[in-house]
């Protein structure tokens, strides 16, 4: 360490080891060995949430002038301490620098030394893909250190992101205090892997070159932030871009190679399912009417027959075919493209005709149903939509819940959104389900299509707005994003 260079130089010492103790454990920092037979002393400095215990020979104890001597260069160790371990991580991987690692060992090195610092409690690194207009998760870190299946779940993480975020990130140069704590992705990353409520917003810095955007490195603290926090975010951001050039001109870039490979034939695979989705559209609106009248006939035969068997055969097909319609319905809804007819919707009132919906269920199983909204909130939207939604993310409440159970609706406009959330008090949803939540067709349920969220986020997609969840330590929380009109 260069530190202790100049700590030997300065204080006429030798040191023999430095010890690190902060949030994220002890370990050894330095260590040599004392080859004269000066004395030994040791020595303890403590800054902000760190103490660092230094042993070093001498042939007498430092003076009070060394010591406030030593005390000022551990604090500009401390200020600086995510640039020392950066430096001090990158000594031991030449290959980083020479544009020989691959993004893998970049982003490692550098995330690591943000939280080993104790500057940090987390840190992470996303992808942009401009294509596909989302982040994409490549690693992250934190304290206490995220599982195996943490780590793999933000890696299968994909985050849509809208025009105007680009826009701030690519004007980040020109307006750089602007954008620090300002982009709505608290919810959407940290939170949404380890269901921990941050304190604090996350700091965000683009990794860039001219207006091209590569990614994203976030980092987060529990503490309250200061211009170091903020300095050594945009500067390992800065730091990150120019290891990524050197691996692009030395034609290394091997893990991105693959992401884009990877995002290549997911395109191929998205365009292969809009025409299979096209044909089996087509199917189910021809069998739609058929399934109609064998429900139709089943029910007749129910009350024409009097054998006990024949009539519970009959009634096996009414059910079969109501489900198959049911099937049918959302299969059609999913590949439909139905523009939203927008119109002012007071929440309060539009919740008070959905709520007697569910009075009977609610009766049987004592739920309860929370609303706090606004009495003058609304929103712009096509009621008929909308209403689906809600009524779909209410019916996934109440399946997931047992007796006694809450379902709360709360309201929140922020950043020019409006944010309807509704949770409930059930186990909530597991991490490996997570990923595949919204993909057609994917269901934990035996009674279900899997078609239910994905229509629902298409139908706010369609509303320039988004469906997010996360689990809070009481349940799921579904957020139906829409913009304030």
Not at 119 to 125: I, S
Not at 160 to 170: A, G, H, T, Y
Request: proline letters at 4%; charged letters at 25%.
């Amino acid at each position: 360490m260069k530190l202790i260079e100049i700590i030997n130089k300065r204080c006429n010492c030798k040191v023999i080891h430095v010890v690190i103790k902060s949030k994220i454990g002890e370990r050894v920092a330095y260590r040599n060995v004392c080859e004269d037979n000066s004395k030994e002393y040791i020595h303890r400095i403590h800054s902000g949430s760190m103490e660092l215990e230094i042993k070093y020979s001498a042939d007498k104890e430092l003076s009070d002038e060394a010591v406030s001597l030593l005390t000022d260069l551990i604090d500009v160790y401390v200020e600086n301490r995510a640039a020392w371990e950066i430096d001090e991580h990158v000594s031991k991987s030449p290959d980083i620098y020479a544009g020989r690692a691959t993004l893998d060992e970049m982003v490692k090195v550098a995330t690591n030394a943000l939280v080993y610092s104790s500057l940090f409690d987390k840190a992470a690194v996303m992808f942009f893909n401009e294509r596909l207009m989302e982040l994409r998760g490549i690693y992250m870190i934190g304290i206490p250190p995220y599982t195996e299946e943490q780590v793999k779940a933000f890696r299968n993480k994909r985050v849509p992101v809208e025009q105007s975020i680009i826009k701030k990130l690519q004007e980040y140069n020109q307006y750089p205090d602007d954008i620090e704590m300002h982009l709505e992705l608290e919810d959407k990353i940290f939170s949404s892997i380890d269901n921990v409520k941050l304190s604090n917003p996350l700091i965000i810095a683009p990794m860039m070159t001219g207006n091209k955007i590569y990614g994203i490195l976030i980092t987060y603290s529990n503490n309250k932030y200061t211009n170091t926090h903020i300095f050594t975010t945009r500067s390992t951001a800065r730091l990150l871009n120019t290891m990524m050039m050197a691996a692009i001109s030395n034609q290394k870039y091997e893990y991105t190679t693959s992401f884009y490979k990877e995002i290549e034939s997911e395109m191929r695979n998205k365009q292969s399912l809009v025409t299979l989705g096209n044909y089996v559209a087509t199917i189910a609106h021809e069998v739609k009417n058929p399934l109609i009248s064998i429900g139709g006939f089943a029910k007749r035969l129910m009350k024409a027959v009097t054998n006990e068997d024949l009539k519970r055969m009959a009634g096996i097909i009414a059910a079969e075919s109501i489900r198959l319609e049911h099937l049918t319905e959302d299969i059609l809804s999913f590949s439909r493209k139905r523009p939203p007819k927008k119109e002012k919707i007071l929440l309060k009132k539009l919740f008070s005709e959905i709520k007697p919906l569910f009075e009977t269920r609610m009766a049987e199983h004592n739920f309860k149903m929370n609303i706090d909204i606004p009495d003058d909130a609304y929103i712009y939207a096509d009621i008929d939509q909308i209403k689906q939604v809600i009524v779909n993310l209410i019916t996934n409440a109440m399946n997931v819940m047992e007796n006694d159970g809450t379902v709360a609706v709360n309201f929140q406009e922020k950043d020019g959104k409006t944010n309807i959330m509704i949770s409930d008090s059930g186990p909530g949803i597991p991490l490996e389900v997570m990923p595949n939540l919204f993909k057609p067709f994917f269901t934990t349920s035996n009674s279900g299509t899997g078609l239910g969220l994905p229509i629902s986020r298409k139908i706010l997609n369609n509303h320039n707005g988004d469906l997010t969840v996360y689990n809070s330590k009481n349940g799921a929380v579904f957020t139906i994003i829409l913009p304030v009109e």
